[in-house]
């Protein structure tokens, strides 16, 4: 669906960002292996938590919505028809952990673009612990996972990725012995709290997390924050456009994820963090954020990987900030949803901005200029969502087709960028 973007002068008023995809796949799937019910307030509504949750249902988990709570009833799992993950690297990646210990076989694939995402990186540690998948040419989706009774690991990430570390923890859970897994580059630490909440015992020392074994977890009421990387886009739109001033409210600002706050300011943002609490061990808050000069940066090393969801998004403050903007040891990023360094490459080239690609980052140069064009996200929410942001930054009215992507992870983006557009 093509989505018309006029430009704007500004964004203004309060936005509400969606429930956070990562904690809520999170607390679904261990709300479905926990005694007991878990109440899910601010569940996320994109595409993405919804593929975990009707992959748990198909999975025998009884889930009801309620006053716009999920109710999850924890038990056990039963042998489930054909999974169907969508468009979600989470849920293939963090479920194959659970389903890996089950007592049963199951088949989990998803869309065109999941079916080229590499899982090799979670079929090795989940193979050291004892299980038996097979994968398409031994590396791609549809995976089919012979459950086994599995051994604990003491196991280093060769690549910086929370699913992959959630998805070795998730099996830890079911595994004789203690569950190890080292971190060297610090990701997303949403498992690690969410499971001590659940009741797990759970240690976590300057990047080696320790699950002991046989945790006993038991359903639990949260409230989801509201998603940062999804608040990014209007974030960036606020320092981007000249008469900006928006308020951002309860978004989460777990220090894992909040890195985006502090690069920005490091560039010269103007974001406030008005009022901070806490809701089950992850931090809530409300951000102000007005029009700024922005002066341009460079991502590489550990930043990398804290940023990696907001990097489409930076790219295109990067192009009109004062010195541009550098990323680098960003290979993930061309296994993302779609290859994103030649997404971001081939959409600013039509909108007349210059990227210089690497095989692990680009440059962007500052002082650019945005002009109107037709954008092709290639079935990326985030690419969808950055071009937007761009669009509204240029002369003339932009169309981002194939719009409908943004719902993978934030259904209301169209109608709130509309709302708060001036
Ligand atoms: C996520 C981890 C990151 C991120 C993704 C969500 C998570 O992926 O890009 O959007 O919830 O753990 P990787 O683990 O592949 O780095």
Redesign the pocket.
């Known amino acids: 669906m093509p989505e018309k973007i006029s430009p704007a002068r500004g964004v203004e008023g309060v936005v509400t960002p969606p429930g956070d995809?990562?904690?809520s796949?999170?607390y679904a799937m261990l709300g479905a292996i926990a005694e007991g019910a878990t109440i899910l307030e601010n569940y996320a509504t994109g595409a993405d938590c919804q593929s975990t949750l009707a992959c748990l249902s198909a999975l025998g988990v009884k889930i009801e919505r309620r006053d716009g709570k999920i109710v999850i009833e924890g038990g056990e799992l039963r042998e489930p028809p054909r999974l169907d993950a969508g468009n979600s690297?989470?849920t293939i990646?963090?479920l194959s952990g659970i389903l890996a210990a089950q007592p049963f076989t199951s088949h989990i694939g998803g869309d065109e673009s999941l079916s080229r995402r590499p899982m090799l990186?979670i079929i090795a540690p989940l193979s050291q612990m004892g299980a038996w998948i097979e994968a398409r040419d031994g590396k791609f989706p549809p995976l089919t996972i012979h459950g086994r009774a599995l051994q604990g690991i003491d196991y280093t990430l060769p690549?910086?990725?929370?699913?992959?570390?959630?998805c070795v923890l998730f099996a830890g859970l079911f595994a004789k012995g203690d569950t190890i897994v080292r971190e060297p580059v610090r990701?997303?630490d949403?498992?690690e709290i969410a499971l001590r909440e659940f009741g797990a015992d759970i240690e976590s020392v300057r990047g080696v997390i320790t699950l002991r074994a046989g945790a006993r977890l038991r359903g639990r009421s949260q409230i989801i924050p509201g998603d940062l990387?999804s608040a990014a886009f209007f974030l960036v739109a606020a320092l981007l456009l000249p008469e900006s001033d928006l308020l951002i409210h309860a978004v989460g600002l777990n220090p894992t994820r909040s890195a985006l706050l502090d690069f920005l300011a490091s560039m010269g943002a103007s974001i406030k963090v008005v009022e901070v609490r806490q809701t089950g061990g992850e931090l809530i808050g409300d951000l102000r954020v007005r029009s700024s000069k922005i002066s341009g940066g460079v991502i590489e090393g550990a930043m990398t990987?804290a940023l990696?969801?907001e990097i489409p998004v930076l790219a295109i403050l990067g192009a009109a900030s004062e010195h541009g903007l550098i990323v680098r040891d960003a290979a993930?990023l061309r296994?993302?949803e779609t290859d994103r360094i030649a997404a971001l490459e081939k959409n600013l080239g039509r909108m007349g901005v210059r990227l210089e690609a690497a095989p692990d980052g680009f440059t962007v140069p500052g002082k650019q200029r945005f002009h109107a064009a037709e954008i092709d996200p290639e079935g990326d929410h985030r690419i969808a969502m950055a071009f937007s942001i761009a669009a509204l930054a240029a002369e003339a009215p932009s169309i981002i087709h194939g719009s409908e992507a943004a719902a993978v992870s934030f259904p209301e983006f169209f109608s709130t960028l509309r709302h708060i557009s001036r």
Do not use: F, L, N
């Open positions: 995809k990562s904690i796949h999170r690297g989470s990646r963090m990186r690549v910086a990725s929370a699913q992959v570390k959630s990701t997303r949403h498992t990387s990987a990696i969801d993930e296994v993302k």
